[in-house]
């Protein structure tokens, strides 16, 4: 129980371990957008936010349960599964003409090599531009899963059935992690890259149907202007 005249009570979402008001205060004073990340129990969220009249205001999304639709097999909140939703978060923002961001941690402790750095690590290999270290990356062996695949195969096989039996009953053997990893890595690139040249194409049709239309409008307005004389 705190006691005194000049105890202050802090905010409720900093008593409840949401917000630090120091750094989001830092944040909004850049006026930049903000690379969201954060880690639940299950899943990996990356998100790219703008400051807003009425608060913040969600740009491009991603998670680690959208991987599926890429054929992950794994679980959520490994490193494999962050740094492939930072990948898929970096590619959709570049889709949608954000080339830069800067990282929101929140309250997350920044320490080197965890989650948090590999979805980072994913947005930038996607291509976008966010200060960074280089220090706090995780390896490129344990975004891929390498050392859970090594680790397997030391195993007998009652003790790896055991162990990895989650990833067993997804149809994932613990070594084939690595290439599974690389096959939905690919698999993000084709979609991105499907998506990017419809919107190419799209674009180009209307372009042209603007041109069409602006040459028949001065053609009627010649043919208009000769009448006229």
């Known amino acids: ?103 929101d941690i929140g309250l997350q402790p920044a320490i080197r090599g965890t989650k948090i750095y590999a979805v980072l690590k994913g947005a930038l290999d996607a291509g976008l531009y966010i200060p960074h270290n280089e220090s706090i990356l995780p390896d490129d062996s344990r975004i891929r899963g390498e050392h859970i695949a090594q680790y397997a195969e030391n195993m007998d096989e009652e003790e790896k059935n055991a162990k990895f039996a989650n990833y067993i009953r997804c149809g994932l053997s613990p070594e084939e992690i690595p290439d599974h990893f690389e096959s939905v890595k690919n698999k993000i690139d084709e979609a991105t890259q499907w998506a990017k040249d419809q919107i190419d194409q799209t674009t180009r049709i209307l372009l042209t149907s603007s041109m069409l239309k602006h040459g028949n409008q001065k053609q009627n307005l010649v043919e208009k202007l000769k009448k006229a004389k």
């Not at 009570?9 to 900093?14: E, I, L, T």
């Open 1 to 103: 129980m705190a006691r005194g005249a000049t105890y202050k009570v802090q905010f409720k979402r900093r008593r409840e371990g949401k917000t630090n008001y120091n750094k989001r205060y830092k944040l909004v004073d850049l006026d930049k957008t903000r690379m969201v990340v954060r880690i639940t129990s299950n899943h990996t969220i990356a998100q790219l936010v703008k400051i807003g009249e009425n608060g913040d205001e969600t740009l491009v999304s991603a998670t680690s349960k959208q991987l599926k639709e890429f054929g992950w097999l794994g679980n959520g909140k490994n490193t494999s599964a962050a740094y492939l939703t930072g990948y898929l978060f970096g590619k959709r923002a570049l889709s949608e003409d954000y080339d830069e961001t800067i990282l």
